[in-house]
Each structure stands twice: as structure tokens, then as C-alpha cells.
């Protein structure tokens, strides 16, 4: 099989490997790869994305406004949640048996 043999347009020189041919053709002409065109990715069931990239979707915190209450607030509402949660678990042992 014969040897493929690629040969430098401006400076004559000839490569063997299309590798180094690309490397001389980027570091000594300063030449730019040729970019591919990017295929448009398709958005789930044709839908735009809403949430941006990097971010948090808006969950509870965003609902019930905690992202405005300060410390105390907070303290105050896990507190309240913490004891909702042992008299709801209190009222299902008492129902088991």
C-alpha cells in the first residue's frame, strides 16, 4: 500500500501523518482548524429550558418566601416543623397499637 504523502502549500515540506501536517500547518502558517457546525440539540418535547444554566429551580424555599426571613424566623419555623412532625408521628404509633 502506498505511502499517503501530504505536502505544505506555502513551505513545500511533506508529512506522512495528517497529524503533524495539521500541527505545522497551526504553529508555523498559523493556521485556524476548520470549526464543524454544531447540530442544534433538540429541547425536550420541543419545550425551552426555564430554568438557567447553573441554577437552582425555584422550590420551597421560593414559595413560602424563606430566601427573605432572617435567622430568628428560620429558627422559629424549624422548631414549629420539628414539633408538627412528633405529634403527627405520636398520632400514627397510637393508631398502630
Known amino acids: 500500500m502506498p505511502k499517503m504523502t501530504l505536502k505544505c502549500k ?8 495528517p497529524g503533524p ?5 497551526q504553529s508555523i502558517h498559523g493556521a485556524k482548524k476548520k470549526k464543524k457546525a454544531k447540530a442544534k440539540k433538540a429541547n425536550w418535547r ?3 429550558r426555564t430554568m438557567k444554566k447553573g441554577g437552582r429551580p425555584k422550590g420551597a ?3 413560602l418566601g424563606l430566601k427573605t426571613m432572617n435567622l ?3 429558627m422559629q419555623l424549624i422548631d414549629a416543623a420539628r414539633y408538627e412532625a412528633r405529634s403527627r408521628l405520636a398520632e ?3 393508631s398502630i397499637g
Not at 513551505?11 to 501523518?17: A, E, G, L, Q, S
Not at 501536517?21 to 500547518?25: D, G, K, L, N, S
Open 46 to 48: 420541543g419545550k425551552k
Open 92 to 94: 400514627i404509633e397510637a
Open 10 to 17: 506555502k513551505c513545500d515540506k511533506t508529512f506522512t501523518r
Open 61 to 63: 424555599a421560593g414559595r
Open 21 to 25: 501536517f495539521a500541527w505545522h500547518m
Open 72 to 74: 430568628e424566623q428560620l
